[in-house]
């Protein structure tokens, strides 16, 4: 069924909901204190284990017994998509009631031309294979007979459906694959139309927010302080957080050592253009790569040199746990720098990480 439906529209979908700094995430992890973020992850598994298994069925079998079942494994597909389209629709755009409501648009020649087509689909997958010997039909228990080729041109499989009722007729439920798989590419389509509510819903946050002026500080630490809980209202991104939280720590240090004083306040001044960048960026909610990032100003070869030892340097810092070889990495920050920054194991964390900063800048 590849030339019927493909993988192609989840897997935009899940992009989309994957991307924005994470606004879908962000925003629905806890939504009137229900997580419908993993409802969410939940619809885009199954549709998307539904659209895979779809696009690589076989050709119906002869045989009528494993043709009811390949008819079945359909059927129970399409079931996944749209009750997962379903969840999406209540997620996104309405919580009280369901797409495709009263429409009759699918199916043709319906037994029970009152169902609309989600119950008459409903009805269909019942009938074929969810639970043909458990069937309630006008009132009635009635129970679905073995499938058997159609003998109307409208009609792939047909279904008997037995009463309960002493002296009842039996009724006649036909099948046409085609009225299925166009129920099935209405309802996959769907999702178009959720991805746009998802863009306009963004649209909305950033305007929101982005006409929420954030305080100006001529003091780049209470700066930085007021654009830390800014990136925690503003979607939270954990590589602004990180830029800010490296620069805070840069800023909070004080350098002592009058051979250092000049290098680490040029090292910062160095920084406010980044400081400014992020502001910006936050402001207007265009949460970007930023083009000052501090990684920039890793100007030194001692980067590659001391790879292993920087690595575990970050890792202590960025951790909670004690790093036994910590005074190593000290000695040989020392070393290859002749001992210009006095590492030691007796300096604040803050101001060990500037002079990381300066040794790396230089």
């Excluded at 006409?211 to 100006?216: D, G, P, V, Y």
């Excluded at 000052?292 to 040199?305: A, C, T």
Aim: with cysteine.
């Amino acid at each position: 069924m590849r030339d019927v439906i493909s993988d192609d529209k989840i897997r935009d979908f899940r992009n989309l909901v994957n991307s924005n700094s994470s606004f879908v995430y962000q925003i629905y992890k806890n939504k009137g204190d229900k997580n419908l973020f993993n409802l969410v992850c939940s619809c885009l598994d199954w549709i998307t284990v539904s659209v895979r298994h779809l696009e690589n069925v076989t050709n119906f079998d002869k045989n009528i017994d494993t043709k009811s079942m390949q008819v079945y494994s359909l059927i129970s597909s399409i079931d996944l998509i749209f009750e997962s389209i379903k969840q999406l629709h209540r997620v996104f755009i309405n919580e009280k009631n369901i797409p495709f409501s009263g429409e009759k648009k699918c199916f043709n020649e319906r037994l029970f031309p009152s169902e609309d087509d989600n119950n008459y689909f409903k009805t269909i997958r019942a009938c074929f294979g969810a639970h043909p010997v458990d069937l309630k039909q006008s009132k009635s228990k009635r129970f679905a007979s073995w499938p058997f080729e159609s003998h109307v041109n409208s009609g792939d499989l047909s279904v008997h459906l037995y009463s309960r009722d002493v002296d009842a007729e039996d009724l006649l439920l036909n099948l046409n694959i085609n009225e299925l798989l166009e129920f099935l590419i209405t309802r996959y389509d769907y999702l178009d139309v959720i991805a746009d509510r998802i863009e306009s819903l963004f649209s909305e946050y950033q305007k929101n927010l982005s006409n929420q002026t954030i305080e100006t500080k001529h003091d780049p630490l209470e700066q930085l302080y007021i654009l830390r809980n800014e990136s925690k209202k503003r979607l939270d991104n954990d590589y602004y957080d990180s830029e800010i939280n490296d620069l805070i720590m840069i800023f909070e240090a004080e350098v002592t050592e009058p051979k250092l004083v000049q290098m680490a306040d040029n090292y910062k001044d160095s920084l406010l253009p980044l400081i400014g960048e992020i502001k910006t960026n936050l402001q207007v909610m265009n949460l970007v790569d930023l083009e000052n990032d501090s990684m920039v100003r890793v100007r030194s070869g001692l980067g590659v040199q001391l790879s292993y030892e920087l690595s575990k340097f970050y890792s202590w810092v960025y951790g909670d746990r004690y790093d036994p070889l910590l005074n190593y990495y000290f000695e040989r920050f020392n070393e290859v720098t002749k001992g210009k920054f006095n590492f030691t194991s007796c300096d604040e964390i803050n101001l060990t990480f500037l002079k990381v900063k300066l040794m790396l800048a230089e």
